[in-house]
C-alpha cells in the first residue's frame, strides 16, 4: 500500500514564526504536491514537485515556499506564518506515468496560527 | 483546463445505489476524468477514472457521456462508509495538477 505520511496532525503557531510542514511517502513516487483546504473552497494547489530540486507553483503560493531535496521528502514552509494561513493542508503523491496518474494522499495536518 | 460543476449535496438509502452526476462540458479530448472522496478528518481517496469507456472497480462503476461532457459515478450498494465528499476531476494535459472543486457531499441514510 502506498504511504504517505505528514509530521503533525495539528499545529498551533504563533503569527510570523516560521513554519515548517513535512511530508514523507514511501513508494518510490516521483511527483509530490502540497494543498490547502478551506470551507466552501474545495482543495487548493499550492505547490508540487516532478523530480528532486525541481518545484512549480500552483494556485496559490503567495506566502509559501517548498523544498524537496531527497525523492521521498517534499517540505512545505511558511516563512512568516499569518492569521489567513490557518487551514488544512494536505500532502499527496503520484507516479509520473502519464496515464496512471492517481493521487495518494496523506491524513492532512490542521494548522491554526494565533 | 476543464472545471467541473458537482451537485453540493445529495443523500441515498443504505443499501440502495448512489448516483453522483458531474459536468464537465469542456473538457478537451485527451483529458481523464477522476474520482476522489474524503471521508471526514481524512484526505482523499481515489476512486477511479476514465477517458471515454465506461470503468468498473471493486469500488464504483464510472459512466462517461458519449460527447465526455458529463459522467456518473456509481456506488452499486451504498453502506453508511460510503458518506463522504465526492469530488469529480479533470486532468490537466499539461502536467500533474489536478483541479479539485468543492464536491458533493454524500449522506447515506440507515
Known amino acids: 500500500d502506498v504511504k504517505v505520511t505528514q509530521s503533525s496532525r495539528y499545529l498551533v503557531k504563533r503569527t510570523g514564526e516560521k513554519v515548517f510542514l513535512e511530508c514523507v511517502q514511501d513508494?518510490?513516487?516521483?511527483?509530490m504536491f502540497w494543498y490547502r483546504q478551506d470551507p466552501g473552497l474545495g482543495l487548493r494547489l499550492i505547490y508540487f514537485?516532478?523530480?528532486?530540486?525541481?518545484?512549480e507553483k500552483g494556485d496559490i503560493p503567495e506566502g509559501y515556499s517548498v523544498s524537496r531535496e531527497k525523492k521521498e521528502r517534499f517540505s512545505l514552509i511558511l516563512e512568516s506564518a499569518s492569521t489567513n494561513q490557518t487551514s488544512m493542508y494536505l500532502c499527496?503523491?503520484?507516479?509520473?506515468?502519464?496515464?496512471?496518474?492517481?493521487?495518494?494522499f496523506g491524513p492532512g495536518t490542521r494548522l491554526t496560527v494565533t | 483546463d476543464a472545471k467541473t460543476t458537482q451537485p453540493p449535496s445529495m443523500d441515498c438509502a443504505e443499501g440502495r445505489a448512489a448516483n453522483l452526476p458531474c459536468n464537465h462540458s469542456?473538457?478537451?479530448?485527451?483529458?481523464?476524468v477522476y474520482w476522489y472522496r474524503q471521508i471526514h478528518s481524512q484526505g482523499p481517496q481515489y476512486i477511479i477514472h476514465g477517458l471515454k469507456n465506461n470503468e468498473t472497480n471493486e469500488m464504483a462503476s464510472l459512466i462517461i457521456t458519449e460527447d465526455r461532457k458529463s459522467s456518473t459515478l456509481i456506488l452499486p450498494h451504498a453502506t453508511l462508509r460510503d458518506t463522504a465528499v465526492y469530488y469529480c476531476i479533470v486532468r490537466t494535459n499539461t502536467g500533474n495538477q489536478f483541479y479539485f472543486g468543492t464536491g458533493t457531499s454524500l449522506t447515506v441514510i440507515p
Open positions: 514537485s516532478y523530480d528532486v530540486k525541481m518545484k
Open positions: 469542456t473538457i478537451s479530448g485527451n483529458e481523464y
Open positions: 513508494m518510490d513516487h516521483e511527483n
Open positions: 499527496a503523491s503520484s507516479l509520473g506515468d502519464r496515464d496512471r496518474h492517481e493521487q495518494y
